[in-house]
């Protein structure tokens, strides 16, 4: 990851090793009218149905992947709180957490971006996302005329995914930081920033800035002409060898289920994981027992960075989807 190439800047630097789960993402930017679709309106400047989406925050490209998630029966990834909006409608500010194990859509790492920018496993070494000619893969400074371009119309990457040099920059979940030299496996950006890592640029960048580990800034809560985003969902035949094998449950009440520090009712309450949440299950522990009608055994689980005991009685068993969704 990095600048593999030479003659990056700095913030390029220094190329490293980076391991990433396996993942889906959606072969076009978001467009106008899924956005339109999902959300209620479209807050682009230039406008047309399957022009990318632009003109939208980081705050609203996460709401969206929530939205899209609840409309298509998936686990939502992320908790938002402490919205509010500017008189356009767009979401300028607001509290987010993810949760990395649920099943929805979400926004890419930059390592995950910068591995499907380059062509994953089979990547053929281009400087660009699908080649070495700017022009056949992007619509930047020379050729967009000034405004973006619909999505798919240029020549896809070696993964058939569009539009990931020029067009619209795209969002990723990190806030920007400096690299570091160590190898890294899954790697989502530091814990706090003041701006989030956006990549690929867009119809009004110029060539030299349009390699793949070119990287851009910005504050979450800044909307451009410029500005769009694609989604990721989880691949969960990366986590076992079938679905079930990866021990993912969900919340299966309303109210959400306490977590405490021993598998008692007398354990200290560390969080009320909130129902319809995808946690890990650890292990289980003692005899079974009912409660309210439902019955099991004090559950060890994982959910976000937090490990402790829950009632597994009202944990749900994830089953796998028919098929992976690629947009």
Known sequence: MGDTAGGGYDSEKPKHSVTVSGFFMNKYEVTQKEFRDVIGFNPSKFKGDNLPVETVTWYDAVAYCNARSQKEGLLQVYTITGIGKNSDGNITSASVSADWNADGYRLPTEAEW?????????????????????????????????????VGTKAGNELGIYDLTGNVQEWC????????????????????????????????????????????????????????FRPVRIDKSSLGSSFADSKLFRINTPDGLNMRDAPSTQGKVLALIPGGTAVTMLEEKGDTFTIQGATGKWTKVQWKDMQGWVFGGFLERISAPASANEG
Not at 126 to 134: P, V
Not at 197 to 207: E, I, K, L, P, V
């Open 173 to 228: 979940w990190d806030w920007y930081g400096n690299y570091t030299a160590s190898s890294q496996t899954d790697p989502r950006g530091t814990n706090t920033g003041s701006y989030r890592a956006c990549r690929g640029n867009s119809w009004r960048s110029d060539a030299g800035t349009l390699r793949t580990s070119y990287r851009v800034r910005d504050t979450p809560a800044y909307g451009g002409d410029g500005l769009g």
């Open 114 to 150: 910068e591995y499907a920018a380059k062509g994953g496993k089979l990547s053929r070494g281009y400087k660009y996302a699908g080649g070495n000619s700017e022009g056949s893969v992007a619509w930047y400074s020379g050729n967009s005329g000034s405004k973006t371009q619909p």
